[in-house]
């Protein structure tokens, strides 16, 4: 009996010895990466928004500070088979790429403001929506300034198109196709003004408040009946909450004073005047949960999303803390997001349909 166990012991350890080497052959190795591949391959490009339908995907949640669980600021909006993007914080184009969203069909960008990190990304933007199959100049809408900031990204980019189309032909990555073209948005004396009507999409454009970054914009999208705000990064705006009235979806920055200031006395009490300093001065130009909270219910908007999540939130018991105090000034219809939450609004009904792309 006690032979037979032996015998049975030996023949696993000889068998797993046998398959640990197996698998560590170059054939069979060969052989996994292939599956590998056709498996990611055979993976669809996911349904951001059907043809009557208003879409937001949470391309990157994050703000300046590093993060690992959030990219910088990013919003992509489906309508119908149009894309558009708002900011193209650090890491958004990563995202795009690793969910499969088809950046070909981007159809403009819209920069809310330039803050770098809601800009960082835009250089890889230019280069991955042309590589994807953009066939015309990208246009990039903005504040006044928007002009020096798209002619930068383009001068600096510029060596990286050219060796590209001289690798891969010009048919494939033609030069004419790769720039990308600045429309400035330039406001009257009102808080808002349409940016953009066609197809039956509308774009208007908001002044928000994110002194001195100024001007600076929030956009509202409104498609067969649905609408989406994007609040940019501001203080609490009574502009933004009159221009968003009756949205179905807020997507607004949020920032946790009490959370700020326990780093800012982290970083006090840790020696580094500079980072405590730093930390001091940003709650001034941004949003608490709860001013966000009350911007929303006066807009009467149906459904607020924090984005722009500052600081970072390691864990369920942050998540909490910086939700603390919103539920008693809006009980429902609040959502903290992350980086590929994808909320789809189909026209003519008053759905909000939810996936997670990440
Ligand atoms: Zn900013
Ligand atoms: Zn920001």
Same mark, same amino acid.
């Given at each position: 009996?006690?032979?037979?166990?032996? +015998?049975?012991?030996?023949?696993?350890?000889?068998?797993?010895?046998?398959?640990?080497?197996?698998?560590?052959?170059? !054939? &069979?190795?060969?052989? @996994? $990466?292939?599956?590998?591949? @056709?498996?990611?391959?055979?993976?669809?490009?996911?349904?951001?928004?059907?043809?009557?339908? @208003?879409?937001?995907?949470?391309?990157?949640?994050?703000?300046?500070?590093?993060?690992?669980?959030?990219?910088?600021?990013?919003?992509?909006?489906?309508?119908?088979?149009?894309?558009?993007? =708002?900011?193209?914080?650090?890491?958004?184009?990563?995202?795009?790429?690793?969910?499969? &969203?088809?950046?070909?069909?981007?159809?403009?960008?819209?920069?809310?403001?330039?803050?770098?990190?809601?800009?960082?990304?835009?250089?890889?933007?230019?280069?991955?929506?042309?590589?994807?199959?953009?066939?015309?100049?990208?246009?990039?809408?903005?504040?006044?300034?928007?002009?020096?900031?798209?002619?930068? $990204?383009?001068?600096?980019?510029?060596?990286?198109?050219?060796?590209?189309? /001289?690798?891969?032909?010009?048919?494939?990555?033609?030069?004419?196709?790769?720039?990308?073209? +600045?429309?400035?948005?330039?406001?009257?004396?009102?808080?808002?003004?349409?940016?953009?009507?066609?197809?039956?999409? /509308?774009?208007?454009?908001?002044? &928000?408040?994110?002194?001195?970054?100024?001007?600076?914009?929030?956009?509202?999208?409104?498609?067969?009946?649905?609408?989406?705000?994007?609040?940019?990064?501001?203080? !609490?705006?009574?502009?933004?909450?009159?221009?968003?009235?009756? +949205?179905?979806?807020? =997507?607004?920055?949020?920032?946790?004073?009490?959370?700020?200031?326990?780093?800012?006395?982290?970083?006090?009490?840790?020696?580094?005047?500079?980072?405590? /300093?730093?930390?001091?001065?940003? !709650?001034?130009?941004?949003?608490?949960? =709860?001013?966000?909270?009350?911007?929303?219910?006066?807009?009467?908007?149906?459904? @607020?999303? $924090?984005?722009?999540?500052?600081?970072?939130?390691?864990?369920?018991?942050?998540?909490?803390?910086?939700?603390?105090? &919103?539920? +008693?000034?809006?009980?429902?219809?609040?959502?903290?997001?992350?980086?590929?939450?994808?909320?789809?609004?189909?026209?003519?009904?008053?759905?909000?349909?939810?996936?997670?792309?990440?």
């Amino acid at each position: 009996m006690k032979r037979a166990l032996i +015998a049975a012991l030996a023949c696993a350890v000889v068998l797993l010895a046998a398959g640990w080497i197996a698998l560590r052959s170059p !054939p &069979v190795e060969a052989w @996994l $990466f292939r599956r590998a591949v @056709l498996h990611t391959l055979a993976q669809p490009v996911p349904r951001l928004a059907d043809a009557n339908e @208003l879409s937001v995907l949470l391309c990157g949640t994050g703000s300046p500070l590093p993060d690992k669980t959030r990219g910088g600021p990013c919003t992509l909006i489906a309508a119908g088979g149009r894309l558009y993007l =708002v900011d193209a914080g650090i890491d958004s184009a990563r995202n795009l790429l690793l969910w499969r &969203v088809p950046l070909q069909k981007i159809a403009a960008v819209l920069i809310t403001h330039f803050h770098s990190d809601h800009i960082g990304e835009l250089g890889e933007i230019r280069l991955q929506t042309w590589g994807a199959g953009r066939a015309a100049p990208l246009p990039v809408y903005g504040p006044p300034g928007i002009e020096q900031v798209v002619a930068g $990204f383009n001068q600096a980019y510029a060596l990286d198109a050219g060796y590209r189309t /001289k690798h891969h032909g010009a048919a494939l990555l033609p030069p004419d196709a790769v720039a990308m073209v +600045a429309r400035t948005v330039t406001l009257g004396p009102g808080p808002a003004q349409t940016v953009l009507d066609e197809g039956g999409l /509308k774009i208007t454009a908001i002044r &928000v408040h994110h002194d001195p970054a100024t001007p600076a914009y929030g956009y509202r999208f409104d498609f067969d009946g649905r609408s989406i705000v994007v609040s940019g990064d501001t203080a !609490p705006d009574e502009d933004l909450a009159r221009a968003a009235k009756g +949205a179905d979806i807020l =997507v607004h920055e949020g920032l946790s004073p009490e959370m700020v200031a326990t780093i800012r006395n982290g970083l006090t009490a840790a020696g580094r005047p500079r980072q405590a /300093k730093i930390f001091h001065d940003i !709650p001034g130009y941004h949003t608490s949960p =709860v001013a966000a909270a009350r911007i929303a219910n006066e807009a009467q908007v149906r459904l @607020l999303v $924090f984005s722009h999540i500052i600081p970072m939130l390691p864990g369920a018991f942050a998540e909490r803390l910086f939700l603390r105090g &919103v539920d +008693a000034v809006r009980p429902d219809g609040v959502r903290l997001g992350h980086d590929g939450l994808l909320l789809r609004l189909p026209g003519g009904n008053q759905a909000i349909e939810e996936d997670d792309l990440d």
